[in-house]
């Protein structure tokens, strides 16, 4: 077996979670997609929320300085540790 085999290496990838998943959102009756950033599920996007947005978007304002640095902030993932960064795991 190569190096990339194993579950034990499943946590280096940076991929979804669930690739494909959608779950339907019982109070629009959107389909509903997970947003997930390094080890971390960050929320849900549908297409509907797409579309608003860029609806929206003619109308709102730039983004201050300090409105950019926190969405950064924000959009930084934890610094979790995974099993790979363990050792060996039982």
Do not use: Q
């Amino acid at each position: 077996m190569g190096a990339r085999d194993g579950m034990h290496d499943m946590f280096e990838r940076d991929i979804a979670f669930a690739p494909g998943l959608a779950l339907s959102n019982r109070r629009t009756g959107a389909i509903g997609y997970e947003m997930s950033n390094g080890g971390s599920i960050i929320g849900y996007v549908s297409r509907r929320d797409i579309a608003e947005t860029i609806r929206f978007c003619p109308e709102a304002d730039n983004p201050s300085d300090e409105d950019r640095a926190g969405f950064r902030h924000y959009m930084t993932p934890p610094n979790v540790k995974t099993r790979s960064s363990i050792g060996n795991m039982p």
